[in-house]
């Protein structure tokens, strides 16, 4: 078995030599070098580019190398290249299977894998590594023991995650076991969450996607009106690119336990999550459709974020709700429960493509994402339809309702560099079980005005006609002509304003306040509502990938 020594004065040659001898790439290197017969099925040979002493067994191919060694190999159908550094490697050339003791750093298209004891296979990408870290981008691993599969999914044993890429993060779990799939969709048993370093709770099972932005799953306190004060659990556990699993639980003093689940699925459109527009108009059933258009002041379901509904997509929904609390402009003490409710969305029914935005991407309840368009479209058309079965109190009311809402909106008319107007309508036509017909139309305008990049000052007004009878209090017209103002500021502190009027009244009937502090890769923040006389805590955690530094 040759050796080779390189002499300071030669060192820089030799990597190159070396690099031909190995990779067997030259007429030239294979006269000079033995070279070894490559069994059918082989590995594709790899380059060493630099090393200190190197030992080569021309009739195997088999390598070994001792001092500090950096190799090359470009996968079969990859344009980036796989390049491992360490002080110490053995190779097999016939498998395809490097070990090295460690240190050792191997950087691949998924991120940088460091740590000791090395077990690698260069043809499948499947490998081990001990007292081992993961830094890719938005995303920070570090494990006793990480393991990467074929299929590009990596276990870590006895591990910490986070998608903050500061030095000391906002938020990181702590877990016994973390499964995460290529697309980062990540399961954990027995995990402990941290915000910096205080731990917040401990849970036997997270499941979590971590490219979109997502509630914390912290039970947080609150309180209302109605429930007195209250603990509310919300999460979504099950984000994969066609399957969705929601729920959201609320637990009250003065009321039993209240709150739904919701799994949807996609039929058709992006490659995405389901979308999850519908989930705020469980609480807010009657609300205007430019206003489901208009970025909040905070996301109370947070991967239901924008655009995601201008996006042309069909979703299905079973949700199981009981007890929740729906918000009225004539009564403050509704309740409906759906058991349960079976649904169909679907999103911008006239276009195709991707959603545009005029200004790029920002943190959640970005102001540009008031001119975005409807890609391929004329205007906005969207459909839902549901069919369930309705226990309202305490009207005691109760039946079957097929319930059809049209919405449609127009493109954004830019009447200004940052100013732009939109108008809507939609429509609810309703047939219940006892024989009744009702109908809710709803023609809206609204007028947006954008003083910087971060900024939103909105006004809208719209007007709300009917005809039938509908047997419930929840989806029957509660007010005639309806002003909406608003008003908020984005940046590493925001804030919104939300108010409403019903002007056949001349009175303020719901107002929104919210203070939010936006972190790398968290968000925390209270939001107090008029109308429920509520405060809500805030937290939720963001992709890091996503999250735009002020």
Known sequence: MPTHQSPPALRYLLPLIAGFAVVGSAPAARAQTPQAAAPPGSAPAIRILKFKSLHYDGATGAIASSGDVTVHYRPQGSEEPVTLTTHSLNYTAGRGVASAPGPVTLTRVDGAFSGTGLQYDFVSGAGLLSHARLDAPGLHVTGARIQRFEDGSIDVINGTLTTCDRTNPDYHLRANRLHMTPQRIVSADHITLFAGRTALITLPYLRRNLNIESNAPTPLPGYDGQDGVTLRIADAPIQTRRFGLDYDLRFGVIHPPSGYVA????LSGQATPAPRGFLPD???PLRGFLEQLTPPTYLEYAA????????????????????LYVINRRRTDLRVARLPEIAIQASNLLGHGAPESTNGSQVQGASDLVNARAPGAPFLLNLDADLSSINETPTNAHGTRLDVRISAASQPLMLGRRISARAGIS????????????????PEVELNFLPTSTS??????????????????????????E???QYQVGGPWAFGIVSKMDMERTRFYDGELTVVRNFDCMQVGVAYRVRTRSVSIIFSLLPGALVHRK
């Open 263 to 266: 799994a949807q699925t996609g």
């Open 282 to 284: 469980m609480a807010d």
């Open 304 to 323: 239901s974020r924008l655009p995601g509904p201008l996006a042309p997509a069909t979703t299905a929904a079973l949700i199981l709700e009981n007890g």
């Open 427 to 442: 429509n609810w036509a309703n047939a219940y079980s006892d024989g009744n017909l009702y109908d809710l139309v709803s």
């Open 456 to 481: 939103l000052l909105d006004v809208g007004y719209r007007y709300l006609s009917d005809a039938g009878r509908t047997p419930f209090a929840f989806d029957r017209r509660d007010l005639r002509h």
């Open 483 to 485: 002003l909406r103002l």
